[in-house]
């Protein structure tokens, strides 16, 4: 059991660097982690080293791990898709924590 089962968590950069790490970490503690990111696969530009940086192959770790986490494209500058992303997350787990 970890420390934080049953918890409900978002993090948003989570395709790459330190967003991704704090997504895995979380997954690891047992959260239910929303991988946010502003696309869910690579980007054109990133060719090679994207396609193991993205949110989807972060939800694929997390979930190889045992975890459980829902991939989501958003633009956080966007105050109505960040609202969307949350009742995603809401309807999909019933809460934020």
């Keep these: 059991m970890g ?6 968590a978002i993090v948003t950069g989570a395709a790459r660097g330190l967003g991704r790490a704090y997504a895995k970490r979380l997954a690891g503690l047992g959260a239910k982690v929303a991988v946010a990111d502003l ?18 192959s972060t939800v694929a770790e997390i979930e190889a791990m045992g975890g459980t986490a829902l991939g989501i ?10 609202e969307a992303m949350v009742a995603r997350v809401v309807q999909a787990w019933g809460r934020v924590d």
Excluded: C, W
């Design 3 to 8: 420390k934080l089962d049953g918890k409900v």
């Design 39 to 56: 696309n869910l696969r690579s980007y054109e530009e990133f060719e090679a080293e994207a396609k193991d940086m993205t949110a989807d």
């Design 73 to 82: 494209e958003v633009d956080v500058r966007d105050h109505e898709a960040v």
